[in-house]
C-alpha cells in the first residue's frame, strides 16, 4: 500500500491547524470505517471526506476525520476498528459499508450511545432510535417502488427474481411480491436466492450459479430483477452469457448494490464487456446531474481531484459531515470529557449522544438533496442505464411523479430512442420469449374424431405418447406450433378416459382437466370453455365456435313426417288461440242477448216473424207469402213479412259478430301460408323443443362428449327431458349407422357431425341449435407460454389456417349441408290433413248442439204459456220447422202481383175483384179470418202491429191493441 501523503491532504490539515489557532478550540473527532478489501471506493471516500472538511466554512466548530480500516471478512477486525474509534474519542461514526454490514456495526456502535451514520444502507428496519442509527440514502421500500414503476412503464408485466439470501436480496423481493400482489396486472414467475457465501475467486470454469440460471432459461420470462451485492454481479452476468440469457429479448434490472458501484464490472482495463449494454437499474439520487452537484465537482476538480471520485458512497459521506457539522453548530458545546471514560472493556454510554443524534435527523430531513429539472424531493431514485461507458441516467422516480426523464415530462418511454437494451437493440422487449425453445410440453389427448384420432395400427397402439400416432385437427395445430414454436411434445391419454370428471366425495376432479388442474398435464386438446372450467384452468386464444345441431338420414319409404295431425294450428300460439276463442264466445254472447232479447233489434224481429210464420191458421199471411213467392230464406226481404219492418243499412250486432270470424279467418290464413312457404313443407323437427313432442324419431348420441355433458348438467327442463330420453352409443360410428336407419337424429356437435357425415353429406341434414361453444386449447393457470402460443393462434387466424383445417377435416361448406330443419320434404295426404277434418266435424256438430238446445230453450217456453209438457212442445216446435223446411224449401207457389197503394203506403189484398183489408172475427172456440172490405187506410202504427191468435177454447177475452205490438195473454202460438 502507499503510505506517501498527497499534498491536499497535507493542505487540508494546514487549514484546520489555522482554524484551530483562530478559535482555541479542540477539533471534534469523527470515525469514518473503511473497507480494506475495497480500496478504490475506499480511497475515493477518504480523499472526498477530506476535501468536504477542508471546505467548510470556518467557525468555532471544527471536524477531524478518524479513518480505521477492517476486514469485511473478519467481524474481529470489524470490531477491532470500531473500538479504536471509541477509544479515539469519537462524538459519531460513519460507514458507506452495505445494508448486512452496516446492521452488525449498528449493533456494535449504538451500545455505547454514540451516533451512528450509515452512507448506503437502504435497509428499513436498520434505522432505530435505540442505536442512534442514522440511514442517509432511501430505503428498499422506495427502490422496490421503483423498480415497480419501471416494469409499469415498459409493460413487462410478468417477471422473475433472483437474489442473494441476505437481509438485502430478500427485502427487494418480498417488497417486489407484495407490489406484484397489489396489481392484478402483475405477476411474479419464478424467484431464484442464492448462498452469499459462494466464492468468488474460484476460476470461472467452475459455475457457481448455474443451477438458478438453468430456471430462467426454461422460463419463457426475460425479464429478471437481480437483487443482491454489485460484488456478485460480474460472475452472474458472466454464467448468464454462456447460456444465452444476455441476449436480444432479456432484460436484466438491478438494484443499487451494483448501480451504486459499477465498478464491480470492470476489468484490469477499467472498461466493460460489450454484453452489458442493455442492463437497467436505480440508484439513490445523491445530486448527480444537479447545479449544486455540478459546482461541487468543478471546485473538486480544480483542486486536484479525480471526478471518478464522486462516486454515491463519497457523495452520501460528504453529505453526512455537512449535516453533522450544521448539527454541532445549533447544539454548542457537548460534553466530550464523558467519552475519555467510554471504551469497548467499560462500555459505558455518552450522555449527549441522543441529543446529537436528534439534531442529525431533524437537519437531514430538511436538506433537500438537489434539484433535477427543478424538483426537489425525497425520497428520490434515478433510472440508470448501461451504456458502452458504464451506467447513465436515463431518468429519474420520485414517489410523488413517479418516472419521468430529466427535461422533467412524463413520456413513453417504449417509444424513446435513446435507450440500450440486452443485445445492442434499441427497440423495447416485450419481456416474453417468441419461442418455446428447451421446452418440452405434455399435452392430454383422447381419441375422439376429428379432434384427434389415434392411427389405428399396432404400433400405435403401443406407442400411444407419439405425436406421428395421432391425425386429426387439433393433432394437425399442434404440430405446427411446435414447428413456430420451436418446442418437443408428447401425448398424454388420462387413465380414466375421459376428458374431465369430478369425484364428489373427495371432490378432486379427474380426466384432461384434472391432469391441466394438478399441473400433471401442460396442454389439453380442444375443450369448450365455460365459466366453471375457467375457474380451474386457463385457455389459449379461441380458434373454433361450435353449436349443437341435430342429424338425420332421411326414410325415403316414410311418408308420415309427422304424427302431429293438428300442424296447422302452429301459425298461432296456445295464447292467441285462447284469445281468438274468447273473443268469440263474448261477441256471441253479446250478439245473442241484443238480437234476440231487444225488441228494436232487426235481427230479433226476424226471429220473431219466422217462429210466427208456420201458424197453419193465419190463412192471410199464408196467401201473401204464397203471392210473393216468399222462402224461409226469403225472410230477409222484409216485404215478405204481413208487418213491414224498417230496413236499417247500417251495421249490427251480427254484422260485429261476423266482422270478428273474418278478420280472425284472415289472420290465421295469412299466418298458416307464411309457415307452409317458408318451412319445408313436411318438415318434422325443427327445434328441440319439436323434438321432445313428435313421437317418430328417437334421438341418440355418444355419452363422452361436452355437448352431452353439457344438456345433463343443465337446469333448463326441456334439456333434461332430452337427456332423460337420450340413447348413448359407444363411438361416432355407431351413431352414424342408427341415423342410416331413418328413425333416429343424432344430437351433437357441428365439428363431429361434419367429420361423420363428410363423405355422404348429400343425405346430410342437419339443425342447429342451443349450446354455442367456443373451443381453445386448455392450459394450467398462470401457464408462462400461455402470451407466446397466444400471440401465434392471432396470426393463425389472421392466415386462416384453422379455417383450412376444420375444412379438411369437417367436409367444408361444399360437403356439410345444412338446413333450419331435418325431416323428409311430402305433399299434404288426407291422413295429414285429418286433424282439419276433425276440427270441421267438430264445429259442425257444435252449430247442430246450438240449434237443439234453442229448440229445447223455446219449448220450455212454451210449455210454461200452456198445457203441454216439455216433450210435446218440442215434438210440435220440431214438426213446425219440418213442415215449413218442406214448404219454404223445396214449394214455390205462382208468382202474383200485389198492388200498393203508394199514397197510403199500405198493401192491398183482391180477392174476387175487392179490396180487402184483414179482419178477425171471433166464433165460438176459434178465430176466424175473414176479408172485408177497406173502410179506413191503414196507419204506419197499424202496420207496425203484430198479429195474434190463440187456440184456448175456454178464453174468449179480447186481443188487447197497443200501438206497435198486441201483447199475448194467457196463451201461445201454434
Not at 217456453?861 to 223446411?885: F, V
Request: glycine share 6%.
Amino acid at each position: 500500500m502507499d503510505h506517501t501523503v498527497p499534498l491536499r491532504k497535507v493542505f487540508a490539515y494546514i487549514i484546520l491547524l489555522t482554524a484551530l489557532q483562530a478559535t482555541n478550540g479542540t477539533p471534534y473527532k469523527v470515525g469514518l470505517l473503511l473497507n480494506s478489501e475495497d480500496q478504490i471506493e475506499s480511497g475515493a471516500i477518504e480523499r472526498f471526506a477530506d476535501f468536504t472538511l477542508a471546505n467548510i466554512p470556518v467557525s468555532n466548530i471544527t471536524l477531524q476525520l478518524a479513518t480505521r480500516q477492517f476486514s469485511e471478512r473478519s467481524y474481529l477486525s470489524l470490531r477491532g476498528a470500531i473500538c479504536s474509534l471509541i477509544e479515539d474519542d469519537v462524538i459519531a461514526i460513519m460507514s458507506a459499508s452495505d445494508s448486512t454490514l452496516t446492521a452488525v456495526q449498528s449493533d456494535l456502535i449504538g451500545q455505547f450511545q454514540i451516533p451512528f451514520m450509515a452512507a448506503v444502507s437502504t435497509n428499513p428496519f436498520s434505522q432505530t432510535e435505540k442505536n442512534l442509527e442514522v440511514r442517509l440514502s432511501s430505503s428498499d421500500i422506495h427502490q422496490s417502488e421503483a423498480i415497480f414503476a419501471l416494469l409499469k412503464e415498459f409493460r413487462w408485466n410478468t417477471f422473475s427474481i433472483l437474489s442473494s439470501m441476505d437481509t438485502y436480496g430478500i427485502r427487494c423481493t418480498v417488497q417486489l411480491q407484495k407490489l406484484a400482489s397489489q396489481d392484478s396486472d402483475f405477476t411474479f414467475k419464478d424467484i431464484q436466492h442464492f448462498s452469499v457465501k459462494k466464492d468468488l475467486s474460484l476460476p470461472t470454469s467452475i459455475k457457481l450459479f448455474t443451477k438458478e440460471l438453468e430456471v430462467f432459461k426454461t422460463s419463457l420470462v426475460k425479464v429478471i430483477v437481480l437483487s443482491s451485492q454489485g460484488r456478485f454481479a460480474k460472475r452472474i452476468f458472466s454464467e448468464a452469457k454462456e447460456m444465452g440469457l444476455m441476449d436480444e429479448g432479456y432484460v436484466w434490472i438491478t438494484t443499487d448494490g451494483l448501480t451504486a458501484r459499477p465498478d464491480f464490472l470492470t476489468y484490469n482495463t477499467g472498461s466493460y464487456l460489450s454484453y452489458y449494454q442493455g442492463i437497467f437499474g436505480t440508484a439513490p439520487f445523491y445530486g448527480k446531474g444537479s447545479s449544486d452537484f455540478n459546482e461541487m465537482q468543478d471546485t473538486y476538480v480544480v483542486s486536484g481531484g479525480d471526478s471518478a471520485d464522486l462516486t454515491m458512497s463519497s457523495v452520501k459521506i460528504s453529505s453526512g459531515l455537512k449535516v453533522l457539522h450544521t448539527s454541532l453548530t445549533q447544539l454548542g458545546s457537548l460534553n466530550r470529557s464523558a467519552l475519555n471514560e467510554i471504551n469497548c472493556e467499560k462500555k459505558h454510554t455518552w450522555a449527549d449522544g441522543p441529543v446529537l443524534y436528534s439534531s442529525i435527523q431533524k437537519n437531514l430531513l430538511a436538506i433537500e438533496m438537489g434539484d433535477i429539472a427543478g424538483v426537489k424531493r425525497y425520497p428520490a431514485y434515478d433510472i440508470m442505464n448501461f451504456k458502452p461507458n458504464g451506467f447513465e441516467r436515463a431518468g429519474f422516480w420520485t414517489y410523488e411523479t413517479g418516472i419521468i426523464d430529466y427535461s422533467g415530462l412524463k413520456v413513453s418511454w417504449i417509444n424513446r430512442n435513446d435507450l440500450v437494451y440486452s443485445g445492442g437493440n434499441v427497440k423495447a422487449p416485450s419481456g416474453i420469449g417468441n419461442t418455446l425453445r428447451g421446452y418440452h410440453l405434455r399435452i392430454g389427448v383422447l381419441h375422439y374424431p376429428p379432434i384427434a384420432l389415434l392411427i389405428d395400427s399396432p404400433f400405435c397402439k403401443e406407442q400411444t405418447s407419439l405425436p406421428s400416432c395421432w391425425e386429426g385437427w387439433n393433432p394437425e395445430i399442434i404440430a405446427r406450433l411446435a414447428v413456430d414454436l420451436n418446442f418437443t411434445y408428447e401425448y398424454v391419454q388420462p387413465a380414466d378416459g375421459l376428458y374431465y370428471r369430478l369425484d364428489k366425495e373427495t371432490q378432486t376432479w379427474g380426466g384432461i382437466f384434472g391432469g391441466l388442474i394438478d399441473r400433471d398435464l401442460d396442454l389439453s386438446i380442444a375443450l369448450a370453455i365455460t365459466p366453471e372450467r375457467s375457474q380451474y384452468i386457463d385457455f389459449t386464444y379461441p380458434f373454433f365456435e361450435d353449436s349443437m345441431v341435430m342429424a338425420m338420414y332421411p326414410n325415403l319409404e316414410n311418408t308420415e313426417p309427422s304424427s302431429n295431425m293438428f300442424f296447422f294450428l302452429e301459425p298461432f300460439e296456445l295464447s292467441v288461440w285462447g284469445t281468438i276463442v274468447l273473443l268469440v264466445i263474448v261477441i256471441a254472447i253479446l250478439t245473442n242477448f241484443f238480437s234476440r232479447f231487444s225488441p228494436f233489434g232487426s235481427y230479433g224481429e226476424k226471429i220473431h216473424a219466422m217462429q210466427s210464420c208456420p201458424c197453419r191458421n193465419c190463412f192471410l199471411r199464408r196467401r201473401y207469402k204464397e203471392a210473393a213467392q216468399c222462402r224461409f230464406v226469403d225472410t230477409k226481404k222484409y216485404d215478405c213479412l204481413v208487418e213491414k219492418v224498417e230496413e236499417f243499412d247500417d251495421f249490427n250486432d251480427l254484422s260485429f259478430y261476423n266482422s270478428t270470424w273474418l278478420i280472425g279467418t284472415a289472420m290465421y290464413t295469412a299466418n298458416l301460408t307464411t309457415t307452409l312457404t317458408v318451412e319445408t313443407p313436411g318438415t318434422t323437427v325443427n327445434s328441440l323443443d319439436e323434438l321432445l313432442k313428435q313421437s317418430y324419431y328417437k334421438w341418440v348420441s355418444p355419452e363422452n362428449i361436452h355437448i352431452v355433458q353439457s344438456m345433463s348438467n343443465s337446469d333448463t327442463k326441456m334439456h333434461q327431458e332430452l337427456y332423460k330420453r337420450l340413447e348413448f352409443v359407444n363411438t361416432t360410428e355407431e351413431a352414424v349407422e342408427k341415423v342410416k336407419g331413418g328413425q333416429y337424429v343424432w344430437i351433437g356437435s357441428k365439428a363431429d357431425i361434419g367429420y361423420a357425415f363428410k363423405d355422404d353429406c348429400t343425405k346430410h341434414i342437419a339443425v342447429t341449435n342451443n349450446f354455442q361453444n367456443i373451443w381453445a386449447l386448455g392450459m394450467p393457470s398462470n401457464a408462462p407460454y400461455a402470451e407466446v402460443i397466444n400471440r401465434q393462434f392471432i396470426t393463425y387466424r389472421e392466415e386462416g389456417f384453422f379455417t383450412l383445417v376444420f375444412d379438411k377435416w369437417n367436409g367444408g361448406d361444399s360437403c356439410h349441408v345444412s338446413s333450419d330443419s331435418i325431416g323428409s320434404d311430402t305433399t299434404f295426404t288426407p291422413i295429414m290433413l285429418a286433424g282439419l277434418f276433425i276440427i270441421l266435424m267438430g264445429g259442425v256438430l257444435w252449430a247442430f248442439v246450438t240449434s237443439l238446445l234453442e229448440f229445447i230453450f223455446v219449448s220450455y217456453l212454451d210449455s210454461r204459456e200452456s198445457d203441454k209438457s216439455l216433450y210435446q212442445c218440442l215434438c210440435s216446435r220440431i214438426s213446425l220447422k219440418k213442415d215449413e223446411i218442406k214448404e219454404e224449401w223445396f214449394g214455390r207457389s205462382s208468382k202474383q202481383t200485389l198492388p200498393r197503394n203508394k199514397a197510403n203506403d199500405r198493401v192491398d189484398f183482391v180477392v174476387d175483384n175487392k179490396l180487402l183489408s184483414p179482419h178477425i172475427k171471433k166464433t165460438s172456440g176459434r178465430e176466424n179470418v175473414l176479408m172485408k172490405p177497406v173502410a179506413t187506410t191503414m196507419t204506419t202504427s197499424a202496420r207496425r202491429m203484430k198479429l195474434a191468435s190463440r187456440n184456448k177454447p175456454t178464453d174468449r177475452s179480447s186481443y188487447v191493441l197497443r200501438d206497435k205490438a198486441v201483447i199475448r195473454k194467457n196463451g201461445g202460438w201454434k
